[in-house]
């Protein structure tokens, strides 16, 4: 069983907002590098979002660019992915994971630790 846990997802229509969490039980986020990752029906995991280790920089991917927010907040040991104007081409399973180093990657191969997974799904 991992230690991220993740919470929020779901079914909102496009246009809408969610934000997905990401926790840390046992072990401090902020000692990694913290991505995100989108796995979409028949199509492969994608980096979507990171932020670093060593100077909390960030790291969007094209298609979520201007849309998606993510951010950490130590004192409760979770990083947040605020999901904003959501599209239907979004919809997919959301991963968050962890790498022990200090910079961002959206490389998979790179991270050693995953949370669960949660659906999100946009449709009208």
């Known amino acids: 069983q991992s230690w991220l846990v993740q919470t929020g997802g779901g079914q909102v229509q496009p246009g809408e907002s969610l934000t997905l969490s990401c926790s840390g039980t046992?072990?401090?986020?902020?000692?990694?590098?913290i991505g995100w990752f989108a796995k979409a029906p028949g199509k492969k995991r994608v980096g979507i979002s990171c932020?670093?280790?060593?100077?909390?920089?960030?790291y969007y991917g094209d298609s979520v660019k201007g849309r998606f927010t993510i951010s950490i907040d130590n004192a409760k040991n979770t990083v947040y992915l605020q999901m904003n104007n959501l599209q239907p081409e979004d919809t997919a399973v959301y991963y968050c994971?962890?790498?022990?180093?200090?910079?961002?990657?959206?490389?998979?191969?790179?991270?050693?630790?995953w949370g669960q997974g949660t659906q999100v799904t946009v449709s009208s």
């Open positions: 994971a962890a790498a022990p180093q200090n910079y961002c990657s959206d490389y998979a191969a790179e991270y050693d630790f």
């Open positions: 046992g072990y401090t986020l902020e000692t990694y590098a």
């Open positions: 932020i670093s280790r060593s100077d909390h920089g960030t």
